[in-house]
């Protein structure tokens, strides 16, 4: 699922620079775009963790609890961290080109 996010969101960013936004937009855009669809899909897998919690015994609870931390740490990374990552790298990398980080 980790996979996932970072492709769903390096598609959107490509797909806004593609439409002719600017780096630093591009990538603002990208994470904002994706963040529904990737809310979207782990919201399914964190009903399957509920589910096996609620039905399960023993180490098929363990494995639910350790499937919903998983996600819940998987989306606050890809989604949160590496939006931060990625923004402070851009304008890191502009400054020392000599760009203009926000054009």
Known sequence: MAVDTNV?????IKE?????RAPYQAIQEGYKQAANTIFDANITTMITALILYGIGYGPVK?????????LLTSV??????????????????GKKVGEKAHA
């Open 76 to 93: 606050f990374t890809g989604v949160y961290v590496s939006k931060i990552l990625s923004q402070t790298l851009y304008l890191k990398m």
């Open 8 to 12: 769903i969101i390096f598609e959107r």
């Open 62 to 70: 363990g494995f639910a609890i350790t499937l919903a931390l998983g």
């Open 16 to 20: 806004e620079r593609r439409q002719g």
